[in-house]
């Protein structure tokens, strides 16, 4: 049985810094690609990132630049790291994997979601 659980959400100022971290078990993780998506209060869910086997990256236009995906095959996990957030990003943040090898910002591409975890970014 796969299963995804992120940790690492928080409050933070406006401007500050979290690193999210997703453990993945139940599949051999290294083959599969791994995606970071969220959703805000009254909006639909939306990729933030997404990294793929081989670690080819895709990144939403709005966090070019501040966010990093990355992974840690031998730990089973992969991270989001978020520098300058903004009020914008506050978010319930889910981490999940995909079909297959690939980087895919489609979120019907992804198979096992974990729980989620709150980001609250304050002004």
């Known amino acids: 049985q796969v299963q995804l659980v992120e940790s690492g959400g928080g409050l933070v100022q406006a401007g500050g810094s979290l690193r999210l971290s997703c453990a993945a078990s139940?599949?051999?993780?290294?083959?599969?690609?791994m995606g970071w998506f969220r959703r805000a209060p009254g909006k639909e869910r939306e990729i933030v990132a997404a990294i793929s086997q081989s670690v080819i990256t895709h990144y939403r236009e709005s966090v070019k630049g501040r966010f990093t995906i990355s992974r840690d095959n031998a730990k089973n996990t992969v991270y989001l790291q978020m520098n300058s957030l903004k009020p914008e990003d506050s978010a319930v943040y889910y981490c999940a994997i995909a079909r297959g090898f690939f980087a895919t910002i489609r979120s019907d591409d992804y198979d096992y979601w974990g729980q989620g975890t709150q980001v609250t970014v304050s002004s």
């Open positions: 139940g599949r051999t993780f290294s083959s599969y690609g």
